[in-house]
């Protein structure tokens, strides 16, 4: 491939198009919405039509109203095509509806915190829910055991931003950040900076080892009152808040997240598989014997009272100690009624945790076995028989269930981004980003990849007005599926038709195709922290002993002091030329 061409796709890729916006794809999706044919479906296509988008993002189905899973799926389809996009007109105010739910969760809050005065207040005359609570919090400190103390805990960053931190995030970054943390962490301060020496020798010393060069400036240490309330888009309608935390309360959270997840493991809750949750749900769409719950705002909903009565004393005191005990926006403190935010290092492990125990917990109280239990964050599956017992302690414990995203009965239940019908897949195709080439193709690779039965005309007018929204210049870039989206996905009998047969050696038999991906972006850095850094991507991971210590190598012998590669948190596209042997 020349040069030129090469340079343009690659630098083109990701390009946003600021013409090809919401009413170009509105245009697009019109032959899809009516091909349909069906009454959602025009209802759809004659509101978006007519701007009337309030309606459109108000209309819902009933699954228990089909009989099949193409008819449902189809309908289902419709008003879910432009639900999340980015790019869809602004008819709601999203910062003001995220805030307005943020300030509904935290009065909640405080008012779960001022009930449970006692364990038993909330439940007086409940003597089933209130055994329930006292089960699960014996299920809690079984499956959490000992208390490690900070000095055994693996600190790590976690992928977002931090207070004073929020453009270049990348670790090499985050190691020459402003330190800054909150006064309860303030006497774990000298145990966190002397676990990790050569960052501190790097931040503090006046002189450090000559392999470090020179050191460009002392460490600053701040201290902050908590964390810093934002915004991040979810749907058309709303966004989701999230508090930044400080940069040391989230090195140490990043150790207590892995605790507790390495401790959920050992008891059959593997955080970070969403698998079991999505074959679960399979499941019991075919059979109906089990139900799924999605809880709204379940983050938002952890009240302190009730990690204060389940979890253990010495587990509370060490998740207390790297919390943020307060928030900031617009320039105003506000004390934090909820326990652990979204951006929290640890509000994930400890959600699911609270709700797996709940669930095993009442399904004992039922005499229900807890084999089909299985939790992921908010995402909870359960017998049909434990559903309605386990809805009500979860609204005594302060929690909202999502009743239009929950199932107990029917056809239709969702988990973990799986949505079923009588065992079928039904998950929509949502129009998300902004559409840039890398979006589009990444739309019409989702449409080749439905069940063979699916992609009829429907699909393929859809497929056909997508892709004639890309560059021709991208069109040639056909290869095979589980390869990403760098390309246009094909299967074996349409690429033996496009693209010949090429023998290489070792009697394999295949083609050659180019795909566009990412590359991390390295640097090189002469400050002191970059070999705290290496040794960082070495720990966890990111980079090989051996590859480390060719660099090091390298590095010590330079005269500019001490020079380390470390990656970027941002990427470059790549064209890279592949081969895929035929099956």
């Not at 915190?113 to 609570?133: M, S, Y």
């Not at 006046?206 to 964390?227: D, I, N, W």
């Not at 994930?348 to 945790?353: G, H, P």
């Not at 739309?443 to 009829?456: T, V």
Request: net charge positive.
């Amino acid at each position: 491939m020349k040069k030129e061409m090469k340079t343009f796709l690659e630098k083109s890729f990701r390009t946003s198009y600021k013409k090809r916006s919401f009413d170009s794809l509105l245009l697009t999706s019109q032959p899809f919405l009516e091909k349909i044919n069906t009454g959602v479906s025009l209802g759809v296509f004659l509101r978006l039509k007519h701007r009337e988008y309030a309606q459109y993002l108000e209309m819902s189905i009933d699954a228990n109203d089909y009989l099949t899973a193409d008819h449902f799926f189809f309908d289902y389809q419709s008003t879910k095509l432009f639900s999340k996009a980015e790019f869809f007109p602004r008819i709601f105010d999203t910062k003001k509806e995220a805030m307005s739910s943020f300030i509904k969760a935290e009065v909640k809050c405080l008012q779960m915190n001022n009930d449970w005065v006692t364990f038993d207040a909330p439940f007086k005359g409940k003597r089933v829910e209130c055994g329930i609570l006292h089960t699960a919090a014996r299920k809690i400190e079984r499956i959490l055991g000992r208390c490690p103390s900070v000095e055994e805990l693996d600190f790590s960053f976690g992928p977002g931003n931090n207070v004073n931190l929020h453009k270049n995030t990348s670790v090499h970054d985050k190691l020459n950040a402003e330190l800054t943390y909150t006064s309860n962490l303030r006497p774990f301060l000298p145990t966190i900076l002397s676990s990790c020496p050569s960052w501190m020798q790097a931040r503090f010393l006046e002189e450090v080892p000559s392999r470090f060069g020179p050191l460009a400036s002392k460490a600053k240490v701040q201290l902050v009152f908590g964390s810093e309330l934002g915004f991040v888009p979810k749907t058309a309608k709303t966004d989701r808040t999230i508090c930044t935390e400080p940069l040391l309360n989230s090195f140490v959270q990043g150790g207590v997240g892995s605790v507790i997840r390495n401790r959920l493991r050992r008891a059959g809750c593997d955080t970070t598989d969403q698998g079991r949750n999505q074959m679960l749900a399979k499941r019991g769409s075919v059979r109906g014997e089990l139900a799924t719950i999605d809880l709204s705002s379940a983050s938002d909903l952890i009240s302190k009272a009730v990690v204060w009565h389940l979890l253990p004393e010495p587990w509370f005191d060490l998740l207390n100690s790297c919390r943020s005990p307060c928030f900031t926006y617009e320039g105003k403190f506000y004390e934090l009624q909820k326990f652990s935010s979204m951006g929290n290092g640890y509000t994930f492990e400890l959600e699911t945790l609270i709700f797996l125990s709940l669930a095993r917990a009442t399904c004992a109280e039922l005499g229900i076995s807890t084999e089909s239990v299985s939790v992921y964050g908010d995402d909870i599956i359960v017998p049909t028989a434990a559903y309605e017992m386990l809805s009500t302690v979860l609204e005594l414990c302060g929690f909202s269930v999502n009743h239009a995203k929950s199932f107990s009965a029917g056809p239709f239940p969702e988990s973990c981004g799986c949505d079923w019908f009588l065992g079928a897949p039904v998950r929509p195709l949502f129009l998300k980003r902004n559409p840039t080439t890398a979006s589009l193709m990444g739309w019409c690779n989702h449409i080749k990849r439905l069940d063979n039965h699916r992609y009829d005309d429907r699909w393929s007018a859809l497929y056909d007005a997508l892709k004639a929204l890309v560059p021709r210049a991208y069109h040639r870039l056909v290869g095979p599926d589980g390869y990403g989206d760098g390309h246009f996905v094909e299967y074996d009998v349409d690429l033996r038709e496009k693209l010949k047969s090429r023998h290489y050696k070792h009697g394999w038999e295949g083609h050659a195709y180019y795909t566009l991906g990412s590359s991390p972006l390295l640097r090189v850095a002469s400050d002191p922290t970059a070999y705290s850094a290496a040794l960082y991507g070495a720990q966890n991971g990111k980079i090989s002993s051996d590859r480390l210590m060719r660099r090091m190598k390298d590095s010590h012998q330079s005269n500019d002091g001490y020079l380390a590669f470390t990656r970027r948190k941002k990427t470059r596209t790549v064209l890279r030329r592949c081969f895929h042997p035929w099956k």
